[in-house]
């Protein structure tokens, strides 16, 4: 079985098993830019089991560190309601969502602590509401993650970069049963 055949397993498994995508729900995914090829895998999965609409919000690590780097001291009292109305209106209508856990596991090791602190407590009471909602299982919610480059030469520090992201791809696709010829199935047999 090749890369390809396996991450569309992954997606499948996703929507299928992981979130049990219903016919009519739609779906929301927030997910690394990095994990690209695989969130657009999950949009033609979901398609095809019958959301009628699949949205995605991005977010790139580039651009996070950016912000710390260059925005001004008043930036880190504020946060992006966009992916909170996102999730809101998913629940509201009874949806789904995923999102993929992929970014640089290093990437606030250089940044200003405080600044993050006062980052994360913002977004904490932000998302509070909605969070409360998700966590009581109104809706489907998955979280998965994906081999990324950063995470990858985390785990496998010995390796070249192209064998250390196929290694954690290999375990991911290993762990999740995605390296069978009838991964679903294997997952409802477990």
Avoid at 103 to 108: A, K
Avoid at 154 to 162: G, S, T
Avoid at 167 to 172: C, Q, R, T, V, Y
Wanted: aromatic residues 8%; proline residues 4%; hydrophobic residues 45%.
């Amino acid at each position: 079985m090749d890369f390809e055949e396996k991450l569309n397993n992954f997606a499948e498994l996703s929507i299928k098993v992981g979130i049990n995508l219903q016919k009519g729900q739609r779906l929301l995914i927030r997910a690394p830019i990095e994990t690209a090829e695989y969130v657009r895998k999950l949009v033609d999965v979901a398609y095809k089991a019958g959301s009628p609409l699949v949205e995605v919000v991005w977010s790139d690590d580039k651009n996070i560190i950016s912000r710390f780097n260059y925005a001004t001291n008043n930036s880190f009292d504020m946060v992006s309601v966009m992916e909170r109305d996102a999730l809101e209106k998913i629940v509201d209508e009874g949806g789904a969502t995923i999102k993929v856990y992929a970014s640089d596991p290093e990437l606030f090791k250089d940044v200003d602590q405080e600044k993050l602190a006062r980052l994360i407590k913002k977004g904490q009471a932000e998302s509070q509401a909605v969070s409360a909602r998700i966590g009581a299982s109104e809706i489907s919610w998955l979280v998965v993650s994906a081999a990324t480059p950063a995470w990858a030469a985390k785990v496998f520090p010995n390796l070249n970069p192209e064998e250390q992201k196929a290694k954690l791809w290999d375990a991911i696709f290993k762990a999740t049963r995605s390296d069978l010829q009838d991964p679903v199935g294997a997952w409802k047999d477990h």
